[in-house]
């Protein structure tokens, strides 16, 4: 893959010196938030990531190459560009051979992330096993990779829209470590709980990387979630969010909307159910896990 990548040079020093390092997704740029907060959110992740300590490396493909460490300028791109991919495990191949643009999922990312050497990275929210895959067997690649590719993965949960109880079976029968970060409820992404239990709690970064290194040095194979739930002040109640899927849901079954299309639906519907307040409480959540996530990754790089 390397032959297809280019690294940018502090991301490729802050490797080469061991120092903490930490991926992030295009998607969230071209797919996931309306111009301009896509921009601004992307931007302010990374400095907020600085100013833990750690270097950010926003991971994209242009003309085929795959870019890691985004300059501002091709963020810029990214985010007003027409036809831009949206590029997981399956993709990759067809968007390099092809000299296309695109934005990496979780699954894009992880793959990317880890070979250029990066051992943590920073999402919104995974995706996973929707409602209803028991008939549609629609079940995100995020998992798939999760279950194979050594990265740590910094989140607030599973993206609410989809099973989160059948997600977390998964990533159980999976063998992938799944951490929620102070809370003994694992987050729904919007809200704080979900109804589900946390099966690890964790209350700080050093704690944190002490888990990240005791999986590496005992050679298990695989990613680690780690779920951070969103500051309360910023949520939306679980009862409300869960109104709104459940119309989006609905509206996209109606309209025969599948596969990778159905995600970006919902989070537009939604917002528009909301009234704009899932796209701030999005914008929160991110900014929450990269401050969490820099400083996990600054820990983990102070063992070595």
Excluded at 45 to 61: D, L, Q
Aim: proline content about 4%.
């Amino acid at each position: 893959m390397k032959k297809y990548m280019d690294i940018d040079p502090r991301v490729k020093d802050a490797l080469d010196k061991g120092k903490a390092v930490v991926a992030l997704e295009s998607t969230i740029i071209a797919h996931g938030m309306p111009f301009p907060q896509n921009i601004e959110t992307a931007l302010f992740v990374e400095e907020i990531i600085r100013s833990k300590g750690a270097i950010p490396a926003t991971i994209g493909i242009i003309g085929g190459r795959i870019k890691v460490g985004l300059s501002g300028q091709e963020i810029d791109y990214l985010a007003s560009a027409e036809h831009v991919a949206k590029v997981s495990r399956r993709d990759l191949p067809l968007v390099a051979a092809k000299g296309l643009d695109g934005a990496t999922t979780v699954a894009g990312t992880m793959i990317a992330a880890h070979q250029a050497g990066i051992k943590l990275f920073v999402t919104g929210g995974i995706g996973g096993v929707h409602r209803g895959a028991s008939e549609t067997f629609d079940i995100s690649a995020d998992l798939e990779e999760l279950k194979q590719t050594d990265v740590v993965v910094v989140c607030a949960g599973v993206k609410s829209v989809l099973d989160i109880g059948c997600t977390l079976e998964y990533l159980e029968t999976a063998g992938v470590p799944v951490i929620t970060c102070g809370s003994d409820e694992f987050p729904a992404f919007f809200s704080r709980r979900s109804g589900f239990p946390a099966e690890c709690r964790i209350d700080t970064p050093s704690e944190i990387a002490k888990l990240i290194r005791a999986k590496k040095d005992m050679g298990l194979k695989g990613g680690m979630l780690v779920a951070c739930p969103i500051p309360a002040e910023y949520e939306i109640d679980f009862e409300t969010m869960d109104m709104s899927i459940c119309e989006a849901l609905e509206e996209c079954r109606e309209k025969g909307i599948t596969g990778k299309r159905i995600t970006p639906f919902l989070l537009d519907r939604i917002k528009e159910l909301t009234e704009g307040r899932s796209l701030e409480t999005n914008i929160r959540l991110v900014l929450n896990n990269a401050a969490i996530g820099g400083e996990i990754a600054l820990a983990l790089a102070g063992e070595k």
